[in-house]
């Protein structure tokens, strides 16, 4: 079975710039997770989808974050305009099943360095 | 408020040795607590989870133990490798309904020397 991808793996930007991340999760995994986990931190949750349906992006920074996943499958994260404190790491994970609490498998993130 | 802390950013021991890593928290009744290893540039990977009404789970050389009195974990690696090096993530749920929506702590980072 193949794992979480996410691609870039890394990406540098000057602040202000946008940037977009994506993520494929494990085949039908039904809930995806963006996380942000910054350096010497835990992740912490930026978006949770079920489906194609948002359930919690209590903590996404909408001024200038936002997260989109078409058809239930794929994601993508965008931040526009970047800034100095969104250097960070971007986490996605998935888990297999609606509405139950299950582990989460992640992807190896992406690692974003905003000068 | 709500926290978690786990209560030592890094821990050194002796090959052999048993680790003992914690996890506190307060004003959160989570109905269960994970905890995830992290290897430098990859992402988390699970590891156990024990839920309210359990007070010790295993799985070969781990264990962890869960006490809501007290509102603490430990996490445990008997006969401990070197390969065991990493940095271990305690999460827990925020319960009061949420799906499956996890709050993590900051992690211990485990160096085993040989």
């Known amino acids: 079975e193949a794992g979480v991808a996410q691609s870039p793996r890394y990406k540098i930007i000057e602040k202000r710039q946008s940037v977009a991340f994506w993520c494929n999760p494990i085949s039908g995994h039904a809930t995806l997770y963006w996380y942000q986990q910054i350096l010497g931190q835990g992740p912490k949750l930026l978006i949770q989808?079920?489906?194609?349906?948002?359930?919690?992006d209590s903590q996404l920074p909408k001024d200038r974050f936002s997260a989109e996943r078409l058809k239930g499958v794929d994601s993508t994260l965008k931040i526009q305009p970047a800034k100095l404190e969104d250097s960070a790491v971007y986490l996605c994970?998935?888990?297999?099943?609606?509405?139950?609490?299950?582990?989460?498998?992640f992807g190896p993130g992406t690692r974003l360095l905003v000068l | 408020s709500q926290k978690i802390e786990q209560n030592s950013e890094a821990l050194n021991i002796q090959e052999g040795k048993t680790a003992t890593l914690t996890c506190n928290y307060t004003n959160y009744s989570p109905a269960y607590l994970q905890w995830y290893r992290q290897d430098p540039g990859r992402g988390p990977v699970f590891l156990l989870l024990?839920?309210?009404?359990?007070k010790e789970k295993r799985k070969e050389r781990l264990k962890v133990t869960f006490d809501t009195t007290l509102k603490q974990s430990l996490f445990h690696i008997t006969a401990s490798q070197p390969a065991d090096s990493a940095t271990y993530l305690c999460?827990?749920?925020?319960?009061?309904?949420?799906?499956?929506?996890?709050?993590f702590g900051k992690g211990t980072k485990l160096s085993v020397k040989p």
């Open positions: 024990i839920r309210e009404n359990e």
């Open positions: 994970a998935s888990s297999p099943r609606e509405g139950i609490r299950e582990t989460q498998y």
């Open positions: 989808f079920q489906n194609n349906g948002v359930v919690d």
């Open positions: 999460a827990l749920d925020k319960g009061g309904g949420s799906q499956g929506n996890l709050i």
